[in-house]
């Protein structure tokens, strides 16, 4: 009987170099998927440019028309042209060219609040989209973002997510830049804290903690106090 | 130690063995044409394949059959030089040993078949006809032409072979019997049969059929190869059962045998 041990080598050797082209186009199959979610965040970042930019554009029309009305809800406008069908909406009062809109109705600031909201959901949305995609160049580019528009959700963002994934140095710095814009977001002390906690400052932590307590009495700062004494944070 | 693996790879020793004869769809689609060829008032008859298709054990089997009642000679080897060839055939047509230092009369052979016609029929059976020069095969044709001795040529099925059976037969074979690889069906049950018929039943239920998917792919149904191959797997097995237990199982072949197997024999490369 011949020697076993170098055919079984062989085998093994044959084995890896069979499995080799599996490898090879996972690899492929992963990256195509990034590529993929990076195209759809993108195209989302496309999406939601196009979407003010109809829904302005549109405005303006109205305006030019010199009708006054302003958008009970507009996000149904971007659900129309999202899911390419025609939802009718439950508030509506009349409808007109596709938008709802009440006459008369002569505030500025209201219409200007109501863009603004807009404005901010979408930012927010895009928020969530990313969180999906786990893809850190874009939370970077908010990063970059932040340096422009000092935008506080923005801040308070990356804030939770750097602490969520406990990169606790990088939240500890964005929970203080969101604090340093709006001292009242009371989430922002909070990262703060606890990513000094897991810094390994924790008499730091407290003490900040406490003078938070002393000021404002928050349950909340007291529940993550208790956490903190009891190590169970 | 004796292995029960040993039986089994014993089982692949390629022969030509009527014994070892396992009768297929086709193979015996193959034996039934032929034998009705042999009745037909035909010269010659072709039977070809690639090498592994099973024609020498298809002449034999015929032979075995068919000799109680028929003329029937088998000529398994090819005869060397023309010599020997007509000194094989002398005997077999006058039932003489051909004295020493005599040569055969090739005009006095052909006459001697023309008389025989309608006294004898006589059929033989010539395996590996690849090897007979062209000159002999043309003195062959010229006996079949008698008419009292019919040949079975056995040719390997190649380019240059079918130049052969063109130059020499084409206007002469009236029947041409082609035989063909296995199907993966045919193969599987020429495995077990072949186990079955030595009653090693649990090892011919240990191949399943991602086995003979494999099997398959390596031999491409050529029973030769088929042999081989199951020989070096039962030789891998015999080695583990006696030294290494844990790497075989009784109920089941592991693939991994099998390409251990078609690596050694050249089926697969690293």
Not at chain 1, 125 to 152: A, P, Q, W
Not at chain 2, 47 to 56: A, C, D, E, Y
Not at chain 2, 139 to 144: D, M, Q, T, V
Request: charged letters at 30%; glycine letters at 2%.
């Amino acid at each position: 009987m011949f020697d076993i041990k170098p055919l079984e080598n062989e085998w093994k050797i044959y084995k890896k170099k069979q499995r080799y082209p599996w490898y090879k186009r996972s690899i492929i199959f992963i990256l195509f998927v990034i590529l993929l979610f990076n195209y759809k965040i993108n195209f989302s970042l496309i999406q939601n440019f196009l979407y003010t930019f109809i829904e302005d554009n549109a405005i303006q029309k109205l305006k030019d028309n010199n009708e006054s009305v302003f958008l009970i809800n507009p996000s149904l406008f971007i659900l129309q042209i999202k899911k390419n069908t025609f939802v009718t909406p439950k508030e509506s009062i009349n409808i007109s060219r596709n938008f709802i809109s009440i006459p008369l109705l002569d505030n500025k600031n209201n219409k200007v609040n109501l863009v603004n909201s807009l404005e901010k959901k979408q930012s927010k949305k895009l928020h969530i989209e990313m969180t999906e995609s786990g893809n850190i160049y874009l939370y970077k580019d908010i990063e970059k973002r932040f340096l422009e528009t000092h935008d506080v959700d923005d801040a308070l963002f990356l804030a939770k997510h750097y602490y969520e994934n406990h990169k606790y140095k990088k939240s500890e710095y964005w929970a203080l830049q969101t604090n340093k814009i709006d001292e009242r977001i009371e989430e922002s002390l909070f990262i703060f804290v606890k990513s000094k906690i897991k810094l390994g400052k924790k008499n730091e932590g407290i003490a900040i903690l406490m003078s938070y307590l002393k000021n404002t009495n928050s349950a909340k700062a007291k529940k993550i106090l208790y956490k903190i004494k009891k190590n169970k944070l | 130690m004796k292995s029960r693996y040993t039986a089994a790879k014993n089982v692949f020793i390629d022969s030509i063995d009527i014994d070892d004869y396992i009768e297929l769809n086709d193979s015996l689609t193959a034996y039934q044409q032929l034998e009705s060829s042999i009745e037909k008032p035909l010269k010659m008859i072709l039977l070809f394949g690639k090498p592994g298709t099973g024609k020498s054990i298809l002449l034999n089997r015929i032979e075995q059959r068919l000799k109680e009642h028929k003329e029937i000679y088998y000529f398994d080897t090819p005869a060397l030089n023309e010599k020997e060839f007509f000194q094989k055939l002398f005997k077999v047509l006058t039932q003489k040993e051909l004295p020493k230092d005599y040569e055969v009369n090739f005009s006095a052979l052909a006459d001697f078949c023309k008389d025989l016609r309608g006294k004898r029929e006589i059929v033989i059976l010539l395996d590996e006809a690849q090897m007979y020069s062209s000159e002999m095969m043309e003195k062959i044709r010229l006996i079949s032409d008698t008419r009292s001795v019919k040949f079975v040529v056995s040719l390997h099925k190649t380019e240059d072979e079918d130049l052969i059976a063109k130059e020499h037969f084409q206007s002469r074979i009236w029947e041409v019997i082609e035989l063909k690889n296995a199907s993966l069906d045919d193969l599987t049950a020429y495995i077990h049969k072949k186990l079955l018929k030595k009653n090693l039943y649990e090892i011919a239920n240990s191949i399943k059929a991602k086995n003979m998917k494999l099997i398959y792919k390596f031999t491409k149904g050529n029973y030769r190869e088929c042999n081989k191959l199951l020989f070096t797997i039962f030789e891998i097995c015999e080695y583990y059962d006696k030294n290494e237990p844990s790497k075989v199982k009784y109920s089941l072949l592991f693939n991994k045998i099998v390409e251990m197997a078609g690596l050694k024999l050249g089926y697969i490369y690293v």
